[in-house]
């Protein structure tokens, strides 16, 4: 490979998220009729924040070098749980939400950290179980409308844990430890750095987020067992697309939020434009490979 | 039979081969030897056809070749046994000696019966004793061992490469060894054989090549050559030659205090290293010399916390230090600089910063968050002191060079004001100019009052650089020298002594 | 020593002892359970599991995961009603292609570009339930398989039984005896080994998930023949029924290990778990779920408890 080409390549890897979407963006004003529209914004927004929320979350866990694949589970059993403890109060039905999260996070964590199972395989079981006690939960209950958040909340709330997450994966002795041993495992701990406890820790903010994100979600079936069911891989395509390589060692923030816009933008300029639901999620499998293919082998 | 001619190789720019000529014909029995890190391995994998080298060309019965894989270099009859035991622990023996080449009856299944009684034959052919039904891991590692080699041997290999096949064999297994040569030898099969056991050298091989930091230094005949100046080309120049001109940037200016940092009993895993001990007074270097596998790493390791707990005793000034527990070592003031920097010791793509800061994180925090201005404070402060040549704090670690990489090991360990500073290898694979760079800030560590243990296999370095010097051999201390007795001489004597 | 054996033996043949110990309980407890029409019922729903277990445990023995073979039954099921209109053969021809074809290009990506495996296959898992909806316009439309079509035979009575059981014949075959099942373990085991052994890897990575993709077409061609129509939501989330199935069967998720008749035990006991549940008290697919995934997480804790124990001594 010549230097001009990997160099391209590099740049692809880090910004090509951005031209990507900066493209879609403008395409759209032109073509999309009604695209700039309030109402349209508002739609984008509702069903914008939940991915980007678990894709917050998600790129923590990808950057140990991990993978959650039970978020859509959990979402499903904060969906789930939310309407059971409402009757107490918006605060405590929150806080109930959330530690579902926390919960299942510390499931996952322990079983990567402490039995070694591999990332996948961990989120996978709990993932199956998770999704087990929401069905069970939710049977015969009438199913949650979410929290009912007005839009501006929403936005609020997504900036706020953008926010956040930026912080945590750029200032703070957790975030540099994260993605220290995502970089290398073995140096970490020679380091004397708190492999451990890192690890768990990603997991349940993943875990946390992914709980957040169900009560942000209106329930469009019957069955919140599907719930999230496609919100968890685009999430890890919104972290992967944004410049994040699956083998970890790297976080970037910024590339997530446009990552996770960028999907949302491509899904609704297809159906904007007329493609049926069913053309939208191809593409977005489409997205998915391609994003892994473009950051294969990159730290 | 199979020729490197002007092979050079590196890895992200750090050269591992340079010009390297190398000649094999048939039937020889060719000894490649060398200290750590002098290449030996990467020729190997050159002529296995696992890299393929960056300049040069590999000749294979008189013609250039570029094997497109090991895959490739098997058919033309070239196999390698690697050091890291390729084989597949959960089959059976004959499933590991004919894997991709299985007998198959007339329904194109695998005849186990058939193979089964093939690797009975080729086992026999060989000298080996085990029974090819079983599964491969309930055997020792030095039969394991036997039975990669018997797989390399197999049927119409013309070329055989093993890498340290001995470092895991018993005495007796290591007769069963040579038996096995000598018949592949008989049957002009050419092979490659790699081992740091000298003695070994001299009874099984004829031919033999000495590599030092990736260059040829010395090629001919066995019997042409002796114990002591093998080791002398695999380690450094001779003895009064280094006296002479002095190729190392020690001086010998700190001087030892009274005060023991560092006091560790019984460094002793299962079968390496047992009962060696090492104290280590303040502005100290204690030297661990020996060949590898002598237990020289696993010694220089073990009071970092890197092996399993309960074993022996680590003490720091006096206080008994966790065993078995990185964490608890750092705590105590124990660093470790790993021989392998990059794979245990830095974290390649990430920054200069990055890299420095990471162990101290905590304490530029104040509630998790780092703070910017004294972390580029001391970042600042250590590039500067430890003259650590970057284009900037930001640059990825990975693209510094050896000794600058080797600088920022050291100054992630000295944000931390450390009392023992362990140093196994630290300049492995560097030129003369960059080794006394890093032997400099040894020096002047030491005078700062660190306690420091240097484990090395480049003798000039080990003999100038130490106060003292403990000699390792199969895992046990077998000398320590002091003061005037602390020569270049005195450390082959000890290391060589059941080589000659 | 002996305790190591017995944890061994537990498991790789814990799921037959299950599945002994609940037959006899249903049979005692349970009136009308052990009556050869339930049982018989019972076996042609678990043989669709049964078949994509099949594929997943040859995936998995290589050291990796198949998570599209869900959507690639559904998609195929479907596709099975909408090409009965062409004949018999196309019904079964077309989904099989078609899984087959899903199969090679997740392996492909796999085996020769070295992506995860997971990753791939959640993308294939997406597209696939994509192309179901695409066909069936967006799930509005249900395709039927004309009646007295000889297609129909292939799920009339007990054919996807003995289907599955030829299969798993086949199978345990394919992984036992031949070369191919020989690469399947050494490549699970450790694919560095397998690399500088010099045995194709990246081949025997596309084949498997060929294999897998192409066992999940079949599936969904048996099952449409039986329903006699291509229902869209059908096949979807059996990926995760599958996967607790071959870990039951004493297959290690993390490859390298695995016999298709465990994962034949695991898929058994798994339908006796539900077959229980459901006729004793009217416990719905929910509970089924949950029990199947609690299974599953104390069978992965037990391994790596296990195989930590083994690394320690």
Partial sequence: ?299 | MLEAARVTKRFGGVPALRGVDFLLERGQVHALVGANGAGKSTLVKVLSGVYSPDEGLVFHRGRPVRFTGPQDAQQRGISAVYQELSLVGSMSVSANLYLGKEPRNRLGMVSFRRMHADAERLLDSLGIEVDPRRELRSLTLGQQQMVAIARAANTDSRVVIMDEPTSSLEPDEVETLFEVIRRLSERDVSIVYISHRLLELFQICNTVTVLRDGQVVHTGRMCDIGPVELVSSMLGRDAADIRRTGTTAFTHEHTPAAQEVLSARQLGGSSHADNVAIDVHAGEVVGLGGLAGSGRTETVRAPAGLRHPGRGTVEVQGRQVRTGSPSAAIEAGIVLVPEDRTGQGLVPHLSVRDNIVLAALPRLSRFGLVSQSKQDGLVHTLMRRLGIQATGPDQRVSELSGVNQQKVMLARWLALSPKVLLLDEPTRGMDLDAKAQVQALVEELAGQGLGIVLASGDLAELVEGADRVIVLREGAAVAELQGDQVTADAVRAAIAERGT | MRARRLAAFAQRHGALLMVMVLLTFGGAQVTGFLTGENLGAMAVRASFLAIVALGLTFVIVSGGIDLSIGAVYSLCGVLAAYSSRWGSAAALAVPVAVGLAFGLVQGWLIGKLRLASFIVTAGGLLFAHGLVLFITAEGQETFTVPKGSTFLELGHGAVPVVVTIVLYLLGGVLLQRTPFGLRLFAIGSSEDASRLMGLPVAGTKIAVYAVSGLLAGLTGALSTAQAGTGVTTIGLGVELAAIAAVVLGGTVLAGGSGAVSGTLAGVVLLGLVHGLLTHTRDLSTSMHALVSGTTLLVVLVVQALLSRARNTD
């Fill in chain 1, 1 to 299: 490979m010549t230097i001009t080409q990997s160099r391209l390549s590099a740049f692809t890897r880090d910004y090509g998220v951005y031209a990507a979407l900066v493209l879609l963006a403008l395409s759209n004003v032109l073509v999309t009729r009604d695209f700039l529209t309030v109402e349209t914004l508002r739609e984008q927004v509702i069903l914008l924040v939940p991915v980007l929320i678990v894709a917050l979350g998600m790129a923590l866990v990808i950057g140990t070098g991990g993978v959650d694949l039970s978020v859509g589970a959990v979402m499903a059993l904060s969906a789930a749980v939310l309407p059971l403890s409402l009757d107490y109060g918006v605060v405590p039905a929150v806080m109930a939400g959330v530690l579902t999260g926390v919960l299942t996070g510390m499931l996952s964590g322990s079983l990567v950290a402490f039995l070694k199972v591999q990332p996948i395989v961990a989120t996978l079981a709990v993932l199956v179980v998770g999704r087990g006690i929401a069905l069970v939960i939710a049977d015969g209950e009438t199913p949650g409308t979410g929290l009912g958040v007005d839009v501006p909340t929403l936005v609020l709330v997504a900036v706020a844990l953008i926010v956040v997450v930026s912080v945590l994966a750029g200032q703070t002795t957790f975030g540099r430890q994260l993605v220290a041993i995502g970089g290398n495992r073995t140096a970490a701990r020679y380091s004397g750095l708190p492999v451990n406890r890192v690890l768990l820790t990603s997991y349940v903010l993943c875990g946390s987020f992914a709980a957040v994100a169900g009560m942000f979600t209106r329930l469009t079936t019957s069955d919140p067992s599907r719930t999230g069911e496609l919100i968890g891989l685009s999430a890890i395509t919104a972290v992967v697309a944004g410049g994040t390589p699956l083998s970890g060692g790297r976080i970037r923030v910024l590339g997530t939020v446009a990552g996770a816009v960028l999907i949302q933008l491509v899904t609704a300029t297809l159906l904007e434009n007329g493609a049926p639901a069913s053309v939208a999620q191809m593409v977005q499998a489409v997205i998915i490979i391609a994003a892994v293919v473009v950051q294969r082998g990159t730290r």
